[in-house]
């Protein structure tokens, strides 16, 4: 008995022993962290509201739009993280992609310029997803092209995965930006039941990798809802976080993915990423 408790006691110090050393590992691995872009932004005054928004949202700005300077300021200036909305080739609906859209027919120097000019419309942009782009995402010359051009400026690179084809995460990785993919898009639908739907995908995805990325859109109901989360997310102790804190992870996990392909049914994102 005195033997027992003599090793219990030898175990438990052990273990604050080993809590001393790692503390940020132990408190990393059991918190979960939500991002959530709101892209779009730029066209309608009313998207004022969702900058307004508390909490750590990061804000995917349209270059060329009538607000686009005047929101990513205000962003900025309430410490929000702010990201370019760059329009790309569409398989359909082109007419819909506005000014400096990038496309698969673009030489490099034509691309590049382009990509260039719509991300220094965009003040303080530390990174860049696709706005549309479900054909221009699939084709690896002009994505090879951005993301060697994301790689000089020191940007990263989201995929907003409008097509289950998107060589957009894979080509970032191999010009060694930091990298993911959102997982869910929360508000396709915008009637009340459907947005806690996937707000409770998003959370459950978090839960069990520990971080997830959500796309929303300054929707009315969407920033309603978005309003209403944070006592929720206290509640379950998950973190809602900018997206530059998420992407070192998921880089790491594409990484892994990438040098090893059998274990690619294993990706812990795969049937939410596809689910759209
Ligand atoms: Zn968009």
Known sequence: MVLASCNLTKISYGLAFLLLLFPAFSFAASTARIAIVIDDIGYRKSDAAAIKLDGNFTYSIVPFAPLTRKFAHAAHANNKEVMAHIPMEASRNNHLLGKGAITTNMSKDQLVRQLKLAISNVPFAQGINNHMGSKFTTQPQPVHWVMEQLAQ??????????????????????FGLQTGHRHIFL??????????????????????????????????????????????????????????????????????????????????????????
């Open 153 to 174: 400026s020191n940007l990263y690179f989201l995929d907003s995965k409008t097509s289950a084809n998107s060589v957009g995460e894979s080509v970032a990785l191999k």
């Open 187 to 276: 508000d396709n639908e915008l009637d009340q039941l459907s947005l806690e739907r996937q707000f409770d995908r998003l959370i459950r995805i978090a839960q069990k990798h520990h971080n997830a990325i959500a796309i929303a859109h300054p929707h009315p109901e969407t920033i309603a809802f978005l309003s209403t989360i944070q006592s929720k997310l206290n509640q379950l102790g998950i973190e809602l976080v900018p997206l530059s804190e998420i992407l070192p992870y998921t880089t790491k996990v594409a990484r892994a993915k990438r040098l090893a392909p059998a274990a690619q049914s294993q990706n812990p994102y795969q049937s939410a990423a596809l689910a759209k």
